[in-house]
């Protein structure tokens, strides 16, 4: 097998694709967030700025997910065929609320009677909060495993998915990017409005530790393949430490009103998470719960390693031109929002 700089091509396909998914949790899981409290926020002038708060990132945010998306089709075609087919259901739902979602902050604004306003606020707070359940379920089936059989396909029935550990995954998913998404409105609001969105961020760092700690928990009973890697290799504690350093370490900066560094504790806080949930699968991508051998790895599931390199290849060409265009959008759009007659 090909290697570049000592490492086999699907392994740096597969650290490609976590960080690419890394990128889009942390950038969509604060619109996520803000989107989730968004019915808590009273009053129109208040709604409008909490959505001109996300209003010129969200869309540009979602781009980092269709590069994931591509990348995992390109780099691991068995996989995407696979989890694509098991998990249709959930991820046509996920994409039909993806559509409501945009739908509603672009036609909020459009009339100015109540009831429209207020349907399309219940329409994109619900579609964020489902956006935010199914990427943690979908997360929890992962983790957990699937019936898949000796072609890797799926052999259990679409409700499957709905299973008490799924569910615990997608709540503290959902909590993560609550605490993500109130942050970002601290940092982007002022006056009363801010005084409501730090009461709310409170609220949200409770609901994620407790809801972390309940998921960690019932991990480490019932899940014990998944710290397999971790308990071999001693070394590797060091990255479940660093994360509970940094989910410890926002309370604190928040306490004392540092909100800008409390953001990026709590992006970092998903990059360690999501850097543990590659440590525990690595190389299995999904777990076959009838046979470990019907599990699909990097290597049963990649591309050939012509395709791999040239795909690596231009990976490496066009992540940082990605990477300087949303840098360039959240340093123009720095700041508290300002009401204007082009907001939303």
Do not use: C, K, R
């Given at each position: 097998m090909e290697t570049f700089l000592g490492i086999d091509y699907p392994t740096w396909w597969f650290l490609v694709v976590g960080a690419l998914f890394s990128g889009y949790a942390i950038l969509d899981g604060f619109d996520l967030g803000a989107g989730a409290w968004h019915l808590f926020l009273k009053g129109d002038r208040n709604r409008r700025i909490a959505l001109n708060a996300v209003g010129p990132v969200w869309d540009g945010n979602e781009v980092w997910l269709v590069i994931g998306g591509g990348a995992l089709f390109a780099g691991f075609p068995v996989l995407y065929a696979s989890a694509f087919s098991a998990m249709y259901i959930p991820f046509m739902l996920f994409l039909v609320v993806l559509i409501f979602r945009a739908v509603s902050i672009e036609f909020r604004s459009k009339e100015k009677m109540y009831w429209w306003r207020q349907s399309w606020d219940v329409?994109?707070?619900?579609?964020?909060?489902?956006?935010?359940?199914?990427?943690?379920?979908?997360?929890?089936?992962?983790?957990?495993?699937?019936?898949?059989?000796?072609?890797?396909?799926?052999?259990?029935?679409?409700?499957d998915f709905i299973n008490p550990y799924a569910i615990m995954v997608g709540i503290t998913t959902l909590a993560l990017f609550m605490m993500h998404g109130a942050l970002y409105l601290a940092m982007k609001t002022e006056g009363q409005l801010f005084e409501k969105v730090n009461h709310l961020l409170r609220s949200a760092m409770i609901f994620f530790i407790v809801a972390y700690a309940i998921v960690t928990v019932y991990t480490l009973i019932y899940l014990p393949h998944l710290s397999d890697t971790i308990s071999e290799n001693t070394a590797l504690f060091v990255v479940p430490a660093l994360s509970m350093l940094s989910i410890a370490n926002i309370p604190r900066l928040v306490s004392k009103q540092k909100y800008v560094q409390a953001f990026l504790f709590s992006a970092l806080t998903m990059s360690f998470l999501l850097i543990l949930v590659a440590i525990e699968l690595y190389p299995v991508m999904i777990f076959s719960t009838i046979n470990p051998e019907y599990s699909i790895t990097i290597y049963n599931a990649a591309s050939s390693d012509k395709s791999l390199g040239i795909m690596l290849l231009m990976t490496i060409i066009g992540i940082p031109l990605v990477a300087i265009y949303t840098f360039f959008v959240y340093k123009t759009f720095w700041g508290k929002v300002k009401m204007d007659e082009t907001s939303y």
């Open positions: 329409a994109y707070s619900l579609s964020s909060i489902m956006m935010a359940l199914l990427l943690g379920i979908v997360l929890g089936n992962v983790l957990q495993g699937m019936p898949l059989d000796a072609e890797h396909h799926f052999t259990g029935h679409w409700l």
